[in-house]
């Protein structure tokens, strides 16, 4: 029986913006915008807000998510992950939800869930959109994804790729969405590997499950979501989160 589990990491100690999770946007807690996000999704058996910090667990316990305590060692989102499945019974996959997106949309949560379950040997997914049409392909901080076309990813990059030398032919990229899928047992061997040498040169992790030869599914998303990375991004996450309540509203009968 498959049984797939989301996980929120969230961690106090950001360098760019300590105590993040528990920033106030619209009277809720940023991690319980995402977590609100991940319950609506279809096909999650349980979601579990991961964190290394009292005060993100007593808030995450209070407005009624599981809490799974972590180490403050870890150095990725991804080990923190690994720590919390290596406790987990009967589960087969894990999502793992970035726990800085409030208006992620719960319907590319059970894209992954539903693709889980219809191929179970995938090992990795993730998720990509388009870039907004006036977006600059060059800014390191919004990484690239080429896919082959049965949808996996050839390369990860915070370049822009793939070169155009004819612009006729030209192949835009897609924007890749910080959301993984796992199957469990992957997930394990995925932790044990040391960093590869295209993953420290890009600091993209995805890219050591390719140096590995794993194949990576890549969902594609109708829309992004805001990530909020520093104080500055809360504003257009506000706005996001009024317009889905005001889309919410409009299709309600």
Known sequence: MQKIVAIIPARWASTRFPGKPLVEILGKPLVQHVWERCCEASGIDAVIVATDDKRIAEVATGFGAEVSMTKTS???GTDRLGEVASRLRGV???INVQG????IDPELIS???VTMRREPRLQMLTAGACFPAKADLGNPNQVKVITDLNGN????????IPYVRNLRDAVPPMQHLGIYGYRLSFLKKFISWKPTPLELAESLEQLRALEHGIGIRVIRAAKRSVGVDSPEDIAEAIRELRALTRSRRRSMP
């Open 100 to 103: 800085d997106e409030p208006a």
């Open 92 to 94: 087969s996959h894990l």
């Open 111 to 113: 894209d992954l869930a």
């Open 153 to 160: 990813a050839i390369y990860f990059s915070r370049y822009a």
């Open 74 to 76: 870890h150095a990725t």
